[in-house]
């Protein structure tokens, strides 16, 4: 596997042939913040606050961290006023739906974000589909999923799948960024909930 050669923050930096950038900067102590991540599974770029700007032959731009492959010669800012202004908005928007998750709140502190700035949604999920891919990736189960669209979008546990299925295992929850205890909440609401009267199983999760 080729090494390649880019900087990242100032530092120089030699990564392999397929690694993506934050791949990359934590091979040299950088930090980048991601709540979809998982070094488990596929690259997903859902959640965005892995967003750098770099710059390819001279021209700007931002992108996902987590899903862009390094290049060589690309230079990398991981920490700029216009990528922490978006890792703000970003940071807002989760809070609106998840404010007591503790992850969110260490970030908020960090970027200085307005966990009020938002209407609040009643959910708990961030959309970072940690454990749907996961269910699917590792476990070949599909027994939860995305329902809905747009600001409604939630996961739901299928019933049918998840009856049989999700009570002995429960690895995904411990991968939720906001908080396991409402992903227990949706699988029992779920399997509570008769199939054909399902929308949206989990739109009564985060209370506060």
Not at 81 to 110: G, S, Y
Request: hydrophobic fraction near 35%; proline fraction near 5%.
């Amino acid at each position: 596997m080729s090494e390649i050669h880019l900087q990242i923050d100032g530092k120089e930096v030699v990564a392999s042939e397929g690694m993506t950038i934050l791949e990359a900067a934590k091979t040299v102590g950088i930090s980048i913040p991601s709540l979809c991540h998982s070094e488990k599974l596929e690259p997903y770029g859902g959640c965005r606050i892995c967003t750098v700007e770099v710059e390819v032959r001279g021209w700007p731009k931002l992108v996902a961290g987590c899903i862009y492959p390094v290049e060589k010669d690309l230079v990398v800012r991981t920490k700029s006023e216009k990528v922490n202004k978006i890792r703000k908005v970003l940071i807002e928007e989760m809070l609106a739906h998840a404010p007591d998750a503790e992850l969110l709140k260490e970030l908020a502190t960090e970027y200085g974000a307005d966990k009020d700035r938002f209407e609040k949604h009643p959910s708990f999920c961030i959309h970072c589909g940690l454990c749907v891919r996961y269910c699917a990736e590792i476990k070949k189960k599909n027994a939860v999923g995305f329902v809905d669209r747009g600001s409604n979008r939630e996961i739901s546990f299928i019933p049918e799948i998840a009856a049989k299925e999700c009570w002995d295992c429960k690895e995904c929850f411990p991968l939720c960024p906001t908080s396991a205890l409402q992903a227990a909440y949706v699988l029992a609401e779920s399997l509570m909930t008769p199939p054909e009267s399902m929308g949206c199983s989990c739109s009564s999760g985060q209370k506060g």
